[in-house]
């Protein structure tokens, strides 16, 4: 072939993808695994501390706005105090040996039944009872706002 | 899923701005540079508080100094498998997005279940089974995220709602 050889590749390579997280029956969680995560309820309270303590006001992003938008209208639980209460119930769970994505993944999908607790949070199988999970999912409803 | 982590930033001040002032620089430079930003794995939804802000090094060459800030942020970032609440954005033929905080993640037809047929009535598209299950723009829906790609500054997600206990949300 005439002509200069060209070098294998010009552009600088992108970073490896971290790739292969995951929350299915196995947890990967690459580095979020072992920090502490927020249901929606909480995050929408932390939020709004945040923005109430004032000082640098609010971002205008987009990511902020819709955010905030978004827990506003998700939040299972409207009232701090009822969002605290919550905490400690599932914070329990972190003693038997649940992560920390699972107990915010309950505290945020408030589901009825253990079937439809483990159903959708893949990686409970096997962590809690049957009888452990009603209870604590009974706890929770109890504290459902339904307004 | 929202998590509470501690973050770390580089960032450069000009020696302009060397004075009092300094720090009140380097945090509003923090803010601005970091509060909002979307990695393409995870996005910062507001920073907590700052940990530490270390002590300066000038760069060699260019009299720049350097700041490595240490800080805590609500970051949000969505897993495969995850199953997450949204509401639907908009309604096309062979599917719906659905947005979940700042990501709108593609339910694709494959990924509906049969009953739930696309109807246009009127203006307005939706998928429904004619008996009480409806996804229309405005609807909320829980949907298990299949798979994500990230690219600088986006994230791009498809979700699925063929499976026991996702669809429409009562509302």
């Known amino acids: 072939m005439a002509g200069p050889t060209v ?22 969680l690459g580095d979020m695994t072992d920090t502490p995560a927020l249901s929606v309820a909480e995050c929408k309270v932390l939020l709004e501390q945040l923005a109430n303590k004032g000082g640098r006001g609010t971002s205008n992003s987009d990511v902020y706005t819709k955010t905030r938008e978004y827990v506003d209208m998700f939040a299972r639980f409207k009232d701090p105090k009822t969002v605290t209460q919550v905490d400690a119930i599932s914070s329990g769970l972190l003693m038997k040996g649940l992560t920390h994505f699972e107990r915010a993944q309950l505290a945020t999908l408030c589901c009825d039944s253990p079937d439809e607790a483990r159903t959708l949070i893949p990686s409970l199988e096997g962590k809690l009872s049957d009888e452990e999970l009603q209870d604590v999912l009974n706890d929770i409803s109890k504290l459902r706002d339904f307004s | 899923m929202f998590f509470v982590k501690v973050l770390e930033h580089r960032i450069h001040l000009h020696p302009s701005f060397f004075g009092a002032q300094a720090s009140a620089y380097i945090l509003d430079q923090l803010y601005r540079d970091r509060e909002g930003s979307n990695t393409g794995t995870m996005m910062i939804v507001a920073i907590i508080d700052v940990d530490d802000i270390s002590e300066p090094k000038i760069v060699p060459g260019s009299g720049y100094a350097e700041y490595d800030v240490s800080f805590r942020a609500i970051v949000w970032r969505p897993f495969r498998g995850e199953v997450v609440d949204g509401m639907v954005s908009s309604v096309v033929n062979n599917g719906f997005f659905v947005d979940v905080g700042g990501l709108s993640v593609f339910v694709s037809k494959a990924m509906i279940p049969q009953q739930l047929k696309y109807t246009v009535e009127g203006a307005t598209p939706s998928f429904t ?35 026991d206990y996702l669809g429409p949300l009562l509302q």
Not at chain 2, 137 to 150: A, F, M, P, T
């Open chain 1, 7 to 28: 070098p294998q590749s010009l552009s600088r390579r992108r970073p490896a993808a971290t790739g292969d997280e995951e929350a299915t029956n196995i947890l990967k």
């Open chain 2, 129 to 163: 089974d004619g008996v009480d299950q409806t996804v229309e723009r405005g609807s909320q829906v829980r949907l298990r995220i299949k798979g994500i790609r990230g690219e600088m500054g986006q994230m791009f997600a498809i979700g699925s709602i063929r499976e």
